[in-house]
């Protein structure tokens, strides 16, 4: 454990955490505004630590996450966790995350002002998204939102600036509990998208659920979408799987957000042969 203020006002560069500490107190690396590194070995150790707050990751201040000795940009979380903890990764500049589908949820802060991160997968092993989870995300510009999903707590998405589309594949979005209903898209931008499963459009347009303001009101527009229409023409025909294969070959994001035709959390030839399947099955 790392107990309250420990750290606060220090003026270090660098630290290392152990694998060892589970826990980190209340405003232990508080205005420790030179640092800049976190060095960690272990990351399942780490989304398991519990901290108490937004000054107990010194993730908040150094931004710039090391394991191993090696600086991440494009976080890969381990098949080891099944819950990413709250504020883990508060203020990491990483940008992109894979979200294996051992996880379950997604706490408190998780991914908050990671400024860097362009769009997240989340795989349909998960059942709820903590408060501010991805808020302050400024970059991210698509989201996948699997059926799986039961909770979506308040301010989950806020201040997504630059947020153009969300995919959702939840079939009945007024059985979710939402806390704080209506907030949880706040500052998104007005021209965004929500593309819903064929067949969900009315019930994403309803101004209240059990008495709580909507909060996919938020988007501007909203589409249905085919599963496994990856360029979203209205279609699921074999120019889907020359785009997806382009992306995999190329890493062509274009149409990241509905790539994920399996809903594992990561785009494989297994969402290709997925779109081949539907093909064959026409």
Known sequence: EIGQLVFSRCCF???????SVTHIGLWAFDACNDLTQVNITDLTAWCNIDFEGSNSNPLAKANNLFVNGNKVTNLVIPNS????????????SMNSVTIPSTVTSIGDNAF??????????????????GSYAFSGCTCMTSVTIPNSITQIEGIAFSN?????SVVTKIETPENVHYANASSQFNG????STLYVPVGTIDKYQLDKYNGKTNPWLAFGEVC??????VNLDGAVTSTDVTVLYNYLLNGDTGHIATS???GDGTITAADITAIYNMLLGQ
Not at 115 to 126: C, D, E, G, H, R
């Open 13 to 19: 560069t660098s630290i290392t955490i152990p694998k």
């Open 81 to 92: 966790v099944t819950t990413i903890n709250n504020y883990a990764f508060n203020g990491c």
């Open 112 to 129: 908050r002002n990671c400024s860097q991160l362009s769009s997240v997968l989340i795989p349909n092993s998960v059942t709820s998204i």
């Open 160 to 164: 997504c600036s630059s947020l153009s």
């Open 188 to 191: 998104i931008p007005e021209a």
């Open 224 to 229: 249905e979408v085919v599963d496994g229409d």
């Open 260 to 262: 994920d035709i399996d």
